[in-house]
């Protein structure tokens, strides 16, 4: 008998001390400076085609987790919402849909912190959480935090 898929998610907050209007424009309007900012984890970015990141971009991306080889993918942004500072994003391509059928990320910036939720569907039962990934995203949040309040 076939085994239904089950949908996992991760949370993780990441407190912020900069504002949330000047992380979400930063974090919306900088990431191809994420390789020259988070160099031993974002070794390259790019949006596909050219242009801006916005809702329907895909986005090509080159990056390491903590310990691991070079990995790559392609990421779709679902939605960029401005009025409500969220960001969904979906892995279209690439080395994390090796070990989860399916992988989405959402990125909600509040009053004091960075919210981050991972929703996955692993491709079987013996895969480990993507704990590691939630730790690149707080990794991110952090420096960008750090940078905007210098």
Not at 70 to 81: A, C, N, P, S, Y
Request: charged residues 25%; aromatic residues 12%.
């Amino acid at each position: 008998m076939a085994q239904l898929a089950q949908l996992s998610k991760l949370e993780r907050q990441i407190g912020i001390k900069t504002t949330p209007d000047k992380f979400y424009s930063f974090f919306k309007n900088n990431m191809p400076r994420f390789p020259q900012m988070f160099q031993s984890n974002i070794k390259s970015f790019e949006v596909v085609g050219g242009g801006e990141v916005k809702t329907g971009s895909i986005t090509s991306w080159k990056y390491c987790l903590d310990g691991s080889p070079l990995m790559g993918g392609k990421v779709r942004f679902e939605t960029m919402d401005d009025a409500r500072k969220t960001f969904v994003f979906d892995v279209v391509e690439g080395d994390v849909l090796k070990v989860y059928k399916s992988f989405k990320a959402k990125v909600e910036i509040g009053s004091d912190c960075v919210k981050w939720t991972l929703e996955y569907e692993k491709t079987n039962n013996d895969i480990p959480n993507p704990d590691a990934y939630l730790g690149l995203a707080a990794k991110i949040s952090k420096g960008i935090d750090v940078h905007l309040c210098q």
